[in-house]
């Protein structure tokens, strides 16, 4: 069973990325507001103070003597010294990397199978920061709300169990929604979800198949897969909250989802560790809707599934 695991770089990458902001940023102010004025403020003194010589000794001047001074002078002067100009260089960088990670975009990499057919290992992702509500970085607090989740997208969430592991499903629920998973059959608020059996998926890495499918959930389909040899028994990992929500029989599970919370699921629905084994996501976890493909790379680059998906 996947749980369908993020890659990013590792440990807390939005964490580290604050952390060099307010860091480079401190020097960078410091540079802006303080020395880079003392040094302008001692420039001009010395500046003055040339000028006062070649006025006492005109005769030991020439023209291009004061142009020379003055650019020895800039270059001793009004450069920042290394332990100050090399931190603060880096901000602006820096800075704009972290607005866009935090704000408009962030990349993440595929590592296991829970979503395929949709997305396979290998695949770099997009995730867009905005489209259910602007936040705030590392905290992933809500402060303007621009939109919620819906029945098909494809989500990034903070695992519930371990927020420190960003997970990959797709939306199934959302709040208020009764959702019945039985016999492999999904249905939500009594209306069985349209499902079109099509060609059969082949595993290349282990030369095996799954029965394929396409299914609509509020008029947008997108594939699926069942392995008729997996158990219908679902077994949660965990008591999560709400979860008196579900009601767990040997053929499926039956859940309500809360107020605020999200019921996900693999499109690899026999090798998805989702919803129904650990229950709902919370709206803080939200970190973003998946909207497209911008590299894939499985043992060499597969140039066809750039792009947006389903």
Known sequence: MEGGTLDTLGLNFALILFILTVFTGIFWFADLLYFKKRRQAAFDTEVRALDARIAAHPDDFKPEDRDAEIDRLDQKMRSAPGWLEFPASFFPVIAVVFGLRSFVVEPFKIPSGSMIPTLLIGDFILVNKFSYGIRLPVINKKIIDVGSPKRGDVMVFRYPVDPSYDYIKRVIG???????????????????????????????ERAAYSKQFVETIDGRPHKMLNDDERDLLINPIVRFPNFENCLYNTAGVECTVPPGHYFMMGDNRDNSLDSRFWGFVPDENIVGRAFGIWMSWNGGPELSRIGGFD
């Open 174 to 204: 959302i709040p208020g929604d009764k959702i019945l998973y039985k016999n492999k059959r999904l249905t939500i608020n009594g209306q069985e979800v349209p499902t079109v059996a099509t060609a059969d998926y082949l595993h290349k």
